[in-house]
């Protein structure tokens, strides 16, 4: 025979040899298998019991018996302890500035604050008086005969009645304003005459005059008095007799 049909004969031989002792030493894996899955289809465990878990007819380990995983059924514990035991309530502060601008954006427009009141207005302050006790006074007076160039003429405290008249020189002075002096003319303590005479400048000069006309009734003792007109203050007086 040829060399090479040898060699395939001894081929074939050894591979059937070797099939019929694998058949004889392993044993059928379909029969494992269904030994393995016997277990998955078994009753239920009781109450209490840990089940055990089958993978390919390998049971799995409990991770909760595990020597890495001892401590967590302590942890367990801890955490329901916690969850029973009563927390301390906790009290947020309310946010003032929140509330009090909510509070505002509620507000009608009716109950909003009234405006302002306006500042009243700041008095101006008084004038001065026109004139005064302190700042007006008389200069300089005298009972005359005439007045020239406004001066008194004739000076002097006796006069006849055949004058036509007599005149009452006056200066005036410390006059702020316009205001008025009075001349009032006596006679005999009875008054005659009342003249009013404005004072328009701080240094003024006036006069009044009494008609004689030579009546002989005008013969007497006479008295000329100034007084400030208003308040009725005697500035001054001046005395002389007609004959």
């Known amino acids: ?24 030493i ?5 029969t494992e298998k269904s030994a393995y ?55 947020l502060e309310p946010n003032t500035r929140t509330s009090a601008a909510q509070e505002t954006k ?15 207005p700041i008095p101006a302050a008084p004038r001065p008086a026109a004139a005064t006790a302190s700042n007006l006074r008389i200069e300089k007076a005298a009972v005359c005969a005439s007045i020239v160039n406004k001066m ?9 009645k055949d ?18 002096v009075v001349h009032r003319w ?3 303590e009875q008054l005659i005459q009342t003249s009013v005479l404005h004072v328009k400048s701080p240094s003024w000069r006036t006069h009044s005059r009494r008609n004689l006309a030579g009546a002989p009734e005008m013969a007497g003792n006479w008295r000329v008095e100034v007084t400030e007109r208003g308040t009725g203050r005697v500035l001054g007086t001046a005395s002389f007799v007609v004959e």
């Open 152 to 160: 008194p003429d004739g000076i002097s405290d006796r006069f006849s």
């Open 37 to 91: 899955e016997q277990p998955r289809t078994a009753q239920k465990p009781a109450d209490g019991e840990i089940p055990v878990v089958m993978a390919d007819g390998v049971p799995l380990e409990d991770p909760l018996l595990s020597p890495k995983t001892q401590e967590i059924p302590r942890l367990r514990e801890l955490e329901t302890r916690v969850s029973t035991e009563r927390l301390p309530k906790i009290e």
């Open 186 to 188: 006596y006679r005999n």
């Open 106 to 120: 509620t507000k009608p427009e009716s109950a909003a604050q009234p405006p302002a009141p306006t500042p009243a």
């Open 26 to 30: 392993i044993p059928d894996k379909k």
């Open 1 to 24: 025979m040829n060399y090479s049909v040898k060699s395939v004969i001894i081929i074939c031989f050894a591979a059937i040899a070797s099939f019929f002792i694998a058949q004889a």
């Open 163 to 180: 004058l036509r008249g007599i005149y009452y020189f006056t200066h005036v002075t410390g006059a702020h304003d316009t205001t008025a």
